[in-house]
């Protein structure tokens, strides 16, 4: 899977969680929290694309990763 | 016992969504029941159900016209159950009539109970069948929409409330118990208002079946139509019909109310509770009559004054009889008795806080609403109107919420604008 696919994976789960973002410009360079993901979202996020991607990475790999970018980042390199 | 007011309600019954619909259709006498299907395996279960009509909830609350960050907020929460956005809906109509948004309350002096248990049946058995085959997945919010707690933090969350919150249970009484308790914690004076929210018990296949299996719930018929098979203080009765029933009604003190210029007409004044020493689901006519009695002793009211009695009446053949002579046994001589299960079905945990408010609408309004199917009534010395609505003055209402284990409650209520005329 390219970072491109993945990216746009992630994109649909936050619309998913955020719908209103679906209208917003926003960058995947953004920090989540900015985004408006508290920290429950922001699991659940990750868990949709675990899903998604049907992978099992561990939920501690994207301890330190604070924005779609770093997310996409962590799946490339662990999926 | 301080009087303690009516401040606003809000509801979602199977025959209207929201107060003034709900209040045409208890003027009407419409019931609305139907068949609630499940597939099982290859099988197909069926019966017999109140339900709510499907509707667009975030068009509803929009239609509230409340601020915008608070219905923006409202339509947003994600992950919840069914009742518990119910909830928020019937939450945020009674702060509404109660003109909270326009004069506020100090935060930390309003609090919110909700009542029922276990409320949250077929959306947990939703989230267990949807990840039993990928475990890894699990949703994480389930971790906190599991507790029935999680409409407390929603609501407290959405209208700002920062006094204590938690739910009561009480099975069937549950709601009536949450006002009971209410009641007294404003009493106390601990309070200015109470949120009291009763979210919608959403069963599963589970629980109608046990019901079913148990006795307690009517079957479907050949014979009787679904909108015929719920028959309190009929002699046809064949058991109760579930009703899906969300209500909340926010309670205040009369200091509080009068601060804010509120000129409430129908104020709690007592309740009683007690139980029966029995884990069954059997009634008691002395422990049903003990909480009337407590109700009323808790006001310091003579049982001749009470003119309306909104009874529990499920339609259990013991239930029914069991009330009746509950009622004789309390001294109760009331003008006029009904069962709104005849319309909404019954709701269980939530049944106690939406008869409730159907009492108020009734006192507000002047009417007692028929009991439906009432073709070959019970005997009794009750007065049970059957052919529509009749005009009347009530001053005095009890509604009674008696639940299994012997849980008994009643709720005494007071029309101000007939009692300080």
């Known amino acids: ?79 | 016992m301080a009087a303690i007011e009516v401040s606003g309600c809000g509801a979602i019954t199977p025959i209207g969504l929201g107060i003034n619909a709900f209040k045409d259709a208890l003027k009407n006498g419409n019931g609305n029941f139907s068949i609630q299907e499940f597939t099982h395996g290859d099988a197909l279960f069926q019966f017999p159900a109140a339900l709510i009509e499907p509707f667009d909830l975030k068009q509803k609350i929009a239609e509230l016209e409340l601020p915008e960050d608070v219905s923006k907020k409202a339509r947003r929460y994600r992950n919840i159950s069914l009742g518990t956005s119910y909830a928020i809906y019937c939450a945020l109509e009674a702060w509404k009539n109660a003109d909270l948004f326009n004069t506020a309350i100090d935060s930390e002096r309003i609090a919110i109970i909700a009542g029922g248990s276990n409320t949250q049946l077929q959306d947990s058995l939703d989230i267990h069948q949807k990840y039993n085959e990928k475990m890894k997945f699990m949703n994480p919010n389930h971790a906190m929409n599991l507790f029935d707690t999680d409409v407390n933090g929603v609501l407290s969350e959405l209208l700002n409330i920062r006094g204590e919150g938690y739910s009561v249970g009480g099975a069937s009484a549950s709601s009536n118990v949450a006002l009971v308790h209410a009641q007294r914690l404003l009493s106390a004076g601990l309070y200015d208002a109470i949120l009291v929210v009763a979210p919608m018990i959403n069963l599963s296949l589970f629980e109608y079946q046990s019901f079913s299996n148990l006795g307690a719930m009517s079957l479907l018929s050949d014979e009787l139509s679904p909108s015929e098979l719920c028959r309190p203080f009929d002699n046809g009765h064949r058991g109760f019909v579930y009703g899906q029933n969300t209500g909340c009604i926010l309670l205040e003190t009369a200091e509080s109310a009068a601060k804010r210029s509120r000129q409430n007409k129908i104020a709690i004044v007592g309740g009683g509770n007690s139980l029966d020493a029995n884990r069954n689901p059997n009634p008691s006519v002395e422990g049903e009559s003990r909480a009337i009695t407590n109700a009323l002793q808790s006001a310091d009211l003579e049982p001749g004054l009470v003119d309306y009695i909104n009874l529990h009446g499920t339609a259990s053949a013991l239930g029914d009889e069991t009330e009746l002579n509950a009622v004789k046994m309390s001294g109760l001589k009331p003008q006029y008795a009904n069962s709104t299960k005849s319309l909404i079905g019954h709701g269980l945990t939530a049944a106690g806080l939406t008869e409730a408010i159907a009492t108020i609408i009734q006192m507000e309004e002047g009417f007692i609403h028929q009991s439906n199917n009432m073709t070959d009534p019970m005997a009794s010395e009750l007065n049970f109107p059957t052919e529509g609505a009749v005009q009347a003055d009530i001053s005095y209402a009890l509604s009674n919420g008696f639940g299994f284990g012997g849980i008994n409650t009643s709720i005494l209520l007071e029309n101000l604008s007939q009692t300080k005329k």
């Not at chain 1, 696919?5 to 719908?19: F, G, H």
């Not at chain 1, 561990?58 to 970018?69: L, M, N």
């Open chain 1, 1 to 79: 899977m390219t970072k491109d696919e993945i990216l746009d994976v992630l994109k649909t789960n936050l619309y998913e969680i955020i719908p209103e973002l679906e209208d917003e410009e926003f960058s995947v360079n953004e920090k989540l929290v900015d985004l408006g993901l508290n920290s429950i979202d922001r699991g659940e996020l990750i868990t949709l694309t675990l899903e998604s991607l049907d992978s099992d990475v561990s939920r501690i790999e994207f301890v330190k990763a604070q924005t779609i970018q770093e997310l996409a980042d962590v799946f490339i390199e662990k999926v």
